[in-house]
């Protein structure tokens, strides 16, 4: 890392010592040699110099930055999705991305589980997307009531997804490979399968 000297903004010539404007100088003089380059863009106009970010190719993302892409769906999975991410003129890429699904919508943290009072169970081949939601029934206590649930808005190859990079999704797929991408929440939920 590099350390420039600093003048606040609107300092007036007459206030700043020799030393100072030496450190500004300096400071100039640093900012003419920077190469571009590591997603660092320079330009030049009369009278000033601009620096600039420019975005850094996806293999060089790290998560955590909030990045957000674009991706088409190819496969179901019970906690991701198969995806291939598409570039800034719509072009799918060559390779699978995993994108984990909204927490709520996974089937490991829940299945086989009790949450609110429902026993959950997802049925198998359906990629997370078909369960039964048993609980007691109210008019019997020595009885349950099942309930068969599907996510509406149903996913659908070659669906647009949106997903953001993170740090922790807390999805592995069965090679224990960690998913790094986030499907955003886009109003998929469960209901009942003939409550559609």
Not at 67 to 77: G, M, Q, S, Y
Not at 185 to 193: A, D, H, L
């Amino acid at each position: 890392m590099t350390s420039l000297p600093y003048i606040e903004h609107g300092t007036r010539f007459g206030d700043t010592s020799s030393r100072e404007w030496r450190n500004a100088m300096d400071a100039v003089q640093a900012i003419n040699s920077l190469t571009v380059g590591d997603g660092l863009t320079l330009s030049r106009s009369p009278s000033l110099l601009h620096i600039g970010l420019s975005p850094k190719p996806v293999d060089a993302l790290v998560p955590g930055t909030s990045v957000r892409r674009a991706f088409l769906l190819k496969e179901i999975r019970d906690d991701y999705l198969v995806c291939r991410m598409l570039d800034v003129d719509g072009v799918e890429a060559a390779t699978d991305t995993m994108v984990a699904k909204p927490w709520l919508l996974q089937r490991t943290p829940f299945d086989g589980k009790v949450r609110n009072g429902n026993t959950l169970t997802y049925a198998e081949g359906a990629g997370g997307t078909k369960r039964t939601s048993t609980h007691p029934d109210p008019d019997d206590a020595s009885s349950t009531v099942s309930e068969e649930q599907l996510v509406i808005l149903r996913y659908v190859v070659d669906d647009l997804i949106y997903a953001t990079l993170e740090i922790y999704t807390g999805v592995e797929t069965a090679d224990d490979e960690k998913v790094v991408w986030q499907s955003e929440y886009t109003g998929r939920n469960w209901t009942r399968e003939n409550g559609q």
